[in-house]
Every structure is written in structure tokens, then in C-alpha cells.
């Protein structure tokens, strides 16, 4: 992934750090922020098949992507929060789920 991405995640936990601190509460806001992000993807899934009869379809595929994507971003935000290398733990993750699709 591009370095900006990872510039991002770590401006973002500084940024946050500043206004909000960095105790376990603030933490604890910044994992649940993910379920926040998950449900809007959801709600945009949701839009996109016109599930609600009252208001028909409402999203697009790129209004999910933009959702998903701020889902993926959140998360790197709350690795880099608890003191990690969000980097780091996505290529440890990655190569993980390489190893799966490799041994059959």
C-alpha cells in the first residue's frame, strides 16, 4: 500500500490522542468505532438493494466502498492506538491468509 495511507493512520492517532488522550476509555471508543464504521457499510448494502421499502434504493456500490473502506482505515487508526505498527500487523495478516490459500 501506498506510505500515505500509513502517514494517515499514524496523523490520525495523533490527532485523536490530542483531543481525546489516550486512556483505556478513549481506546475502547476507537475499537467500537469499527462496529459504527461496519454498520454504515451495512446500511449501504442495504441502500444499494433497496431493502426498505419506504425509501427504495438509496446507495451505490462505490457509497459501499467508501464505507468499507472507512471500516479498513478505522481499523489501522486502532491498531496504530494501541501502540502498534498498523503495517506491520496488516502484512502479518496478510501473510497469514497467504498461508491458508497455499496448503491444500
Known amino acids: 500500500m501506498d506510505e500515505s495511507i500509513w502517514e494517515a493512520a ?4 495523533g490527532w485523536l490522542d490530542a ?8 481506546l475502547t471508543c476507537r475499537i467500537l468505532k469499527l462496529t459504527e464504521e461496519a ?8 441502500g444499494l438493494l433497496g431493502q ?13 466502498a467508501a464505507e468499507l473502506a472507512d471500516v479498513a482505515f ?7 492506538s494501541l501502540g ?15 498461508s ?3 496448503v491444500q
Do not use: F, M, Y
Not at 39 to 46: F, N, R
Open 10 to 13: 499514524r496523523a490520525s492517532r
Open 19 to 26: 483531543a481525546n488522550g489516550t486512556g483505556q476509555t478513549e
Open 39 to 46: 454498520g454504515e457499510a451495512s446500511a449501504a448494502w442495504i
Open 52 to 64: 426498505n421499502p419506504r425509501k427504495g434504493v438509496t446507495h451505490t456500490r462505490e457509497d459501499v
Open 74 to 80: 478505522t481499523a489501522l487508526v486502532a491498531i496504530e
Open 84 to 98: 502498534l505498527d498498523a503495517q506491520t500487523a496488516l502484512d502479518a495478516c496478510a501473510a497469514k491468509v497467504r
Open 100 to 102: 491458508r490459500l497455499t
